[in-house]
């Protein structure tokens, strides 16, 4: 979805903490060189490189991402689906301005929202949707692993980690709409952050409002790297496994906060429950 209401008080409280001690977060996330790429500091991918990625347009004006788990289910972010009237869902996509021949144009029938979800907190914001047809499977179009239940627990610290979309590649003046997505699909190599400064970077807020739990994984924004606004609900890749999903950030992208995602080990098996998927 372009943009979560929610994120907007993480900026508020993250503006405060900055203004507070700009030199201490300069030294710790900020690399100001002016020859920096800003997907936000990542590049576009090869065509059809990551097959399983799905492109999510929500009641005709919302834009958002998903994984293809199954050749009948969808994953994605729950604050992607919470409001979900209609969903057109783009499978084979590499540039999604455009009608490409591997394309597969499909509706979604049913959504399946996490019952724990919390609109204030964003804990367990996950979601599966249910595709109107089951989709053949092609060079174009693949599932992707999930982790196996050996992995449940895993923290994945310092693993180096791929994060995809076609979400905006720089912060705007004004409020994103379907025209400011990246066309073609990006992504971003960014190492897994440790959850415990995480937490400190986003749980201290005015509001008392806990952003990040064990329930989540986070990636550094170093040099400027991470998600932002339409890269929601898109796949977290290890070794070609999905292990986590887009969930939340700033809505100041460049600002070099961390991205924060669902992690998939905490739901397995919600989501063997809810969907055709199998998990060793």
């Not at 180096?160 to 699909?185: A, E, Y």
């Not at 400190?200 to 550094?220: H, M, P, Q």
Request: charged content about 15%; proline content about 4%; aromatic content about 8%.
């Amino acid at each position: 979805m372009i943009q979560a209401s929610g994120l907007l008080i993480v900026l508020f409280v993250c503006s405060l903490s900055i203004a507070a001690d700009w030199e201490s977060f300069k030294e710790r996330y900020v690399d100001l060189s002016p020859t920096i790429p800003r997907i936000i500091g990542g590049e576009e991918a090869t065509p059809h490189e990551f097959p399983f990625q799905v492109a999510l347009v929500i009641n005709g004006n919302s834009f958002c991402g998903g994984s293809l788990i199954s050749s009948n289910y969808v994953l994605t972010a729950a604050h992607c689906a919470i409001a979900i009237t209609t969903v057109d869902v783009i499978l084979g996509a590499h540039n999604v301005t455009v009608a490409e021949d591997s394309q597969v144009y499909l509706t979604g029938t049913e959504v399946i929202l996490h019952e724990n979800y919390n609109l204030v907190t964003f804990q367990n914001d996950i979601a599966l949707i249910k595709l109107s047809e089951s989709v053949t499977l092609n060079d174009y179009i693949q599932t992707v692993p999930l982790p196996s239940r050996n992995d449940a627990n895993k923290t994945y610290d310092d693993e180096i980690v791929t994060s995809i979309g076609w979400g905006l590649t720089k912060d705007l003046d004004h409020t994103p709409t379907l025209r400011d997505i990246s066309p073609v699909l990006r992504y971003v190599e960014v190492e897994v952050h440790d959850l415990d400064d995480c937490r400190d970077y986003y749980n201290r807020n005015i509001y008392n409002i806990t952003y990040v739990t064990s329930l989540n994984i986070c990636t550094s924004g170093y040099r400027n790297k991470g998600t932002c606004s339409g890269d929601s609900g898109g796949p977290l890749i290890l070794n070609g496994v999905q292990i986590g999903l887009v969930s939340i950030g700033t809505t100041l992208c460049e600002l070099c906060s961390p991205s924060v995602f669902t992690d998939l080990g905490k739901h397995l098996d919600w989501i063997v429950e809810h969907s055709d998927v199998v998990i060793q």
